[in-house]
């Protein structure tokens, strides 16, 4: 499978760009500036530089599925966890993409019940949520609860509803159960919530998860 990682440079995106490379499937990492083309060659994948707020139609040529990492640490929720996002569902569809996997967040759902501080992020990411659970691509959007750089255990809880209080998990976790959803079919139009836990990933992933 040849897989497209918006938001290679990032913290997650890292993560999922050197896992696709070590594993049997193709990567391409996207970055918005020809500046971070050479950290993504170090991670074993190959460059695309594309800006989410423009024309990325080149950076889905003769991709089988793309991984949506990218965020705007709070700097431009609309322009970039939105309307980025949206950008290249667009192109997905037009393209012909099979898969499309969004890193979303805990609570994009119900922003409201979250801190002031993140309430407009999470409205931008849940209107982007909601236009690729339209978008007729085969989706699957994860969201994860707040995010640690420990080491990845590699075991993981999901749910609809997840305890609130219990939901960390570590980056490279996120990142592992990013790239098992691009072929656990389980997973195919599905939305859930992640945080560490005690079952491996497949086996998290194994079930439906209606929602």
Same mark, same amino acid.
């Given at each position: 499978m040849n897989v497209l990682v918006a938001g290679s440079h990032g913290q997650v995106g890292q993560h999922v760009t050197r896992l696709l490379a070590e594993s049997d499937h193709s990567v391409q990492g996207m970055v918005r500036v020809e500046s971070q083309a050479p950290d993504i060659?170090?991670?074993?994948?190959e460059p695309v530089v594309a800006d989410l707020s423009g024309d990325v139609s080149h950076a889905v040529e003769g991709i089988d599925a793309i991984i949506f990492a990218a965020g705007s640490g709070g700097e431009d929720v609309w322009g970039v966890d939105r309307d980025g996002a949206? &950008?290249?569902?667009?192109?997905? *569809?037009?393209?012909? *993409?099979?898969?499309? *996997?969004?890193l979303?967040?805990? &609570?994009?759902?119900?922003?409201? &019940?979250?801190?002031?501080?993140?309430r407009e992020y999470l409205r931008a990411?849940?209107?982007?949520?909601?236009?690729?659970?339209?978008?007729?691509l085969t989706y699957t959007i994860v969201r994860p609860g707040p995010l640690t750089n420990e080491d990845g255990t590699e075991q993981i809880k999901t749910g609809t509803d997840l305890d609130r209080d219990l939901i960390q998990i570590p980056r490279?976790? *996120?990142?592992?159960?990013?790239i098992a959803t691009l072929e656990a079919e389980s997973t195919s139009d599905e939305t859930f919530e992640l945080a560490a836990g005690e079952v491996s990933i497949d086996e998290a992933l194994e079930t439906p998860l209606h929602t």
């Open positions: 060659g170090e991670l074993g994948a949206i &950008n290249l569902i667009d192109e997905a *569809v037009s393209a012909g *993409v099979e898969r499309f *996997v969004m979303s967040s805990i &609570n994009a759902d119900q922003p409201e &019940n979250s801190p002031e501080a993140l990411k849940g209107e982007a949520d909601e236009y690729l659970q339209q978008s007729g490279e976790d *996120v990142a592992r159960t990013l």
